[in-house]
């Protein structure tokens, strides 16, 4: 498994813009598809964006489709969430996960980091 380590969270006026970052440890980052996950205050988490292991295929949730892009750079074992035109209802705690080849399902979690739009 590789470690995951959120970054970028903060408060923000609906209309605005934030890039979430997450940094990764592990040689084996490269292999992983990566996503993004969110969960607001009382509600189940719900996933947001993923990547595949080349960052040639990218898949969003309906809710931010136009406004968020998912990026990795493999050089730097990193992957990031740049989301624009913010909405209060995107307020919530953003994770980082990761899928390791041939598992169903993301098997390694960062802690989130906390992203409030106000409006």
């Known amino acids: 498994q590789v470690q995951l380590v959120e970054s970028g969270g903060g408060l923000v006026q609906a209309?605005?813009?934030l890039r979430l970052s997450?940094?990764?440890?592990?040689?084996?980052f490269r292999s992983y598809s990566l996503g993004w996950f969110r969960q607001a205050p009382g509600k189940e988490r719900k996933f947001v964006a993923a990547v595949d292991w080349s960052g040639g295929y990218r898949?969003?949730?309906d809710?931010?489709?136009g406004r968020f892009t998912i990026?990795?750079?493999n050089a730097?074992?990193?992957v990031y969430l740049q989301m624009n035109s913010l909405k209060p209802e995107d307020t919530a705690v953003y994770?980082?996960?990761g899928q390791r080849p041939g598992?169903?399902?993301y098997d390694s979690w960062g802690r989130g980091t906390q992203v409030t739009v106000s409006s």
Do not use: E, L, M
């Open 103 to 105: 598992v169903t399902g």
């Open 15 to 17: 209309g605005g813009s």
């Open 95 to 97: 994770f980082c996960a």
């Open 22 to 28: 997450c940094a990764a440890s592990g040689r084996t």
């Open 71 to 73: 990026s990795r750079d």
């Open 63 to 65: 809710s931010v489709k």
């Open 76 to 78: 730097k074992n990193a």
């Open 59 to 61: 898949d969003y949730a």
